[in-house]
């Protein structure tokens, strides 16, 4: 029972959960989200133009390759013949004695290459025509565009920024070259465009990637976070701080913070989401009776305290009721009764 009361707790301190903002000026940046995967271009088979045996391989899978290196060695067959029955000869020795009659075959591509896969083993023999590398000409990222998106990306001058989804930290950028519109005979299409790889700096293909383009930057405008504002009917609504006053009849004195004639939106207690009226509009949706209160910020100084309550004063005492009035003094002559 009181885990369960704790848990409770907990929720409802998280729904009561805001931050603080202010109303200031800044930049704001406009992304365009894209993704995507790696893939190859121009794909192409090296296949031996002799018969005869792998003598070295020099490049492994998923290496890129300048055109003058060569990818593996083939030795003719006459060449490897001698090469097996050298005896006690050093093979250097062999090889530089009849390279130049039987020399031996290099692998190489026509341009810088990938390569994507690779067929052979040392001291194998091969056929002519047998296939023993297979490779693609470059790699590049195909980008994809939603349609929402592609009005912002027809600005020249753009960047793209990707990384590896498996690891956002390796971050690279590159020019963002023309879009190519989707066929669709609809009005909203999406659009693509390629980015070319560098061999010095590359993803291997199949990588998924993720990146974003800064498609158009707003500078020095006033703005808030966007979780802020409050869309009712098509308007949108900022929560401001005030200074309330006296309430009473359903209304609040405002004595700060929103000038007369400003439109405001007035929710109900469902799309509150967890926060909370005034006291006094509280305890008016309660039936209670209304209440003078002074809702100020708490930054705001804090009033004097009242002054604790004096004793009355007592009441003045009833006058005496008035008797009846002294008669006059009268001369009577002597007094029979003062002797």
């Known amino acids: 029972m009181k885990l369960a009361l704790l ?10 959960a805001a931050t603080l903002d202010v109303v200031r000026r800044r930049d704001v940046l406009i992304r365009v989200q894209v993704q995507g995967t790696v893939v190859t271009h121009d794909v192409f088979r090296l296949k031996s133009t002799i018969s005869g045996r792998v003598e070295e391989v020099l490049a492994s899978t998923g290496a890129w390759r300048a055109a003058a290196d060569p990818l593996a060695t083939l030795s003719s067959t006459e060449l490897a013949a001698m090469l097996d029955a ?7 020795v062999l090889q530089d004695r009849w390279g130049k009659v039987f020399a031996p075959t290099p692998v190489r591509c026509p341009a810088d290459c990938y390569v994507l896969k690779n ?3 040392p001291k194998t023999w091969v056929r002519p025509q047998a296939v023993l590398f297979e490779a693609a000409r470059g790699l590049k990222l195909i980008a994809r565009v939603k349609a929402k998106d592609v009005r912002l990306l027809r600005r020249p001058g753009l960047t793209l920024t990707y990384w590896p989804s498996s690891d956002p930290e390796r971050r690279r950028s590159a020019p963002v070259t023309a879009l190519v519109s989707d066929t669709n005979d609809g009005a909203d299409v999406g659009a693509s465009f ?20 800064i498609a158009q930057i707003d500078r020095n405008v006033i703005a808030v976070p966007s979780a802020a504002l409050i869309r009712q009917d098509g308007f949108y609504y900022l929560p401001v701080r005030v200074s309330a006053g006296t309430t009473a009849d359903g209304v609040t004195e405002l004595t700060s913070g929103v000038e007369e004639g400003r439109p405001i939106l007035i929710l109900d207690d469902a799309e509150l989401k967890g926060a909370e009226r005034s ?30 309550p004096q004793p009355a004063p007592p009441a003045p005492k009833p006058a005496p009721a008035p008797g009846p009035a002294p008669a006059k003094t009268q001369d009577f002559g002597d007094d029979p009764y003062g002797r």
């Open 7 to 16: 848990a409770v707790l907990a929720l409802a301190s998280a729904a009561r």
């Open 279 to 308: 006291p006094a509009a509280a305890a008016a949706s309660a039936g209670e009776a209304a209440a003078i209160v002074d809702e100020k910020p708490a930054d705001d100084a804090a009033p004097a305290p009242a002054p604790a």
């Open 86 to 92: 050298r005896g006690p000869q050093d093979q250097t």
């Open 119 to 121: 067929y052979l083993r």
């Open 194 to 213: 390629e980015v070319e790889l560098s061999p010095r700096d590359f993803l291997p293909p199949g990588t998924e990637w993720s990146g974003e383009i």
